[in-house]
């Protein structure tokens, strides 16, 4: 059964490095998304992607986050200097329409020290 | 925009009986679908069911099922049966983009 990959599972950073974080949705979907899992809180939108475009983003995105899919079959997520805050599980998500399943990726869990 | 409210943070059942999780919802889109996810402690996030709000049938998958109220926006999850395995968080999900609520952490007792 396809599934959407990320990698790494879990990655530690220091505070003000930048970090990439890499998903591999299911390849004939055509919408992509990142989310933010604050431990114990609820998901939360980041961004979604469609046509090589940001097709919406939240507040929560700002100038330090970036995303790009850079071949055609990964999808990644930059965070230019993070913050201890940014410390969370980061998914992925693909869907081939906007309105159908949306599936998850296991997830990458990011620490800030 | 859009909202979703889950007022029970915690609920539990016996093993076999049925549990009701609750859900209303806010949307402005005229034509949205509705979902309930299940995250297990490995934090994958796992879609147990899926409404479509132009539907009037209440949607149905094996043990699970919904109560679709749209005049209440109003989307409660059904669990009959309820087993084991079905201990974990779950959140309801709203529209294209997927407003999550703030989950229901279930627990179900032997």
């Known amino acids: 059964e396809p599934e959407v990959t990320q990698t790494p599972s879990h990655q530690v950073t220091q505070m003000g490095q930048e970090v990439i974080l890499r998903c591999v949705p299911i390849?004939?979907?055509?919408?992509f998304y990142w989310y933010r899992q604050i431990l114990g809180q609820k998901v939360e939108f980041l961004v979604s992607?469609?046509?090589?475009?940001?097709?919406?983003k939240s507040e929560i995105f700002d100038d330090q986050f970036s995303v790009e899919r850079p071949d055609g079959s990964n999808f990644t997520l930059k965070i230019r200097s993070t913050k201890l805050e940014d410390s969370a599980m980061y998914f992925c998500?693909?869907?081939?329409?906007?309105?159908?399943?949306?599936?998850f990726g296991q997830g990458t869990r990011l620490t800030v020290v | 925009a859009q909202t979703v409210t889950q007022s029970q943070p915690e609920m539990s059942v016996q093993e076999a009986e049925t549990v009701t999780l609750s859900c209303t919802y806010d949307?402005?889109?005229?034509?949205?679908?509705l979902f309930w996810y299940k995250q297990p402690p490995s934090r994958q996030m796992i879609l147990v069911i899926r409404?479509?709000?132009?539907?009037?049938q209440n949607a149905t998958e094996n043990r699970f099922s919904v109560n679709f109220q749209k005049a209440a926006k109003s989307f409660s999850l059904k669990i009959s049966d309820s087993q084991l395995g079905d201990a974990a968080m779950y959140f309801c999900?709203?529209?294209?983009?997927?407003?999550f609520g703030e989950g229901t952490q279930l627990t179900v007792n032997p």
């Open positions: 409404q479509e709000a132009y539907k009037q």
């Open positions: 390849s004939n979907h055509l919408y």
């Open positions: 998500a693909s869907n081939f329409d906007r309105d159908t399943e949306a599936f």
């Open positions: 949307t402005s889109e005229s034509d949205y679908y």
């Open positions: 999900a709203c529209g294209s983009r997927l407003t």
């Open positions: 992607f469609y046509n090589n475009e940001i097709s919406e």
